[in-house]
């Protein structure tokens, strides 16, 4: 009996250590990548826009639905060779919902993300699900649906938490995606924020209600519509359950700033070093060192972990022979932000829809129709230098912060000491 106390024991205690907080999570994610228009889309036939709450015949094709082909093993091979350590998985629910009343998730539906969630796990990735394009939730900040949307979010996340309760912490779950009045990207009202902040507490309850592994998961919440200035101005912290502080969430917000640089071709270039070769936004290094201070600032020395969990460039190219320089400062871009995020334990992840040619939002990387051939070499180029730069202060700073387990005797009780917190032999 000694012998198997002691061994459970020592099991508790690499448990323990096997928690990292959202710093530490945000920290080895070396670099991002978004698997976009695959699992969000709606299943051909049904309105991207629509509230509606269904399962119909066909939900299963929502996968390829916007035109990209079935998620494989293959895939997600290729992201982790080209030195993406991470994967962000935007799931839409909406469209394979059985039971309306009770937000039932079609279990073929849930397999097949656990299947693709799987995919990046057995490479030692890290992976993100959320629930991305419900419109039902999204689409409708306002008081008049606050109630009902925060019942529904509460029971689709308990189903959602519940299946992965017992994955490793390479998992974390990431509560809503993108929150806004469609068509509306203006500075949100004091009702606006008050029901983004409201999903985000619902999340986090019902997400540690179900136990197991997600006590201590990493747990991404959002400012409205993932403004970094909104955020700034309207962002509540959630409160965490008894004993997890801040330690194990993190705030989402993300990045196409400016919007006419990175997501139109309004500007051909990005930044100080490239003004000689055309107009550029005010939006510039400086601006976004300002902006990304001002996170750390603000969230990050509240013990939360920080998430781009978007960003990109769409392809700009001209006719006219200057495609090398543009392609040269968009590697430019993704190189400074990428940098300038890890010096303040930012994570990364990088916006790739598979959608080819030049102009609104082509932000492909791979081609998956082509074995995941590298598309946009540049952009990739840009990322892993802007992983590369100062990569060995960061590394140290991280490794550094892992405090082993000890046990100890405190008032009469066998517990587990990690850092400055007690834990009992439930782990809490």
Known sequence: ???????????????????????????????????????????????????????????????????????????????????????RIPV???????????????????????????????LDMKVIINTHHEQW????????????????LGLLWTQIATAFKDYDYNLAFAGTNEVHVPNNWNA???ENLNV??????????????TGGQNLQRHLIVQTYNTNISYGLSGFIVPT??????NNYMSVEVHYYTPWEYCGTNTYYYWGQQYKDFGPISS????????????????????????????WGVTDHYTTSGRKAIIHENMAYFCKTLVNEARQRGFATFVWDNNVFGNGEEKFVIFDRWNNMA????????????????????????????????????????LVIIKGNKCYNLLGI
Request: negative net charge.
């Open 196 to 209: 983004q902040n409201a999903y985000n507490q619902t999340f986090i309850d019902a997400v540690r209600a």
């Open 374 to 413: 590298l598309k946009a070499d540049w952009i990739v180029e840009g990322i892993m230098n802007g992983v590369a730069t100062n990569i060995e202060p960061l590394k140290a700073k991280s490794e550094k912060s892992q405090t082993p387990a000890r046990l100890a005797i405190d008032k009469g009780r």
């Open 283 to 310: 939006y510039d290094e400086q601006a976004m060192r300002n902006e990304f201070q001002q996170m750390a600032q603000e969230w990050g020395q509240q013990g939360l972990g920080i998430i781009i969990g978007e």
């Open 137 to 152: 939730l999204e689409s409708r900040p306002t008081y008049a649906y606050k109630e009902d949307n925060n019942n529904r």
């Open 1 to 87: 009996m000694r012998s198997l106390c002691l061994t459970v024991l020592g099991w508790l205690a690499v448990s323990v250590m096997a928690q990292p907080t959202a710093h530490e999570w945000n920290a080895s994610v070396t670099a991002g990548w978004n698997l976009g228009n695959q699992l969000e889309c709606p299943p051909s036939g049904q309105d991207n826009g629509s509230v509606a709450i269904c399962n119909p015949t066909n939900a299963l094709s929502a996968e390829t639905a916007w035109g990209n082909p079935r998620i494989t093993q293959q895939l997600m091979q290729a992201v982790k060779a080209a030195g993406f350590n991470a994967v």
């Open 240 to 245: 965490d359950i008894e004993g997890n502080g």
């Open 92 to 122: 839409r629910w909406q469209h394979h919902i059985t039971n309306v009343q009770t937000m039932t998730i079609d279990i073929q539906w849930l397999n097949r993300i656990k299947e693709v969630v799987s995919y990046a796990l057995e």
């Open 188 to 190: 949100p009202t004091a």
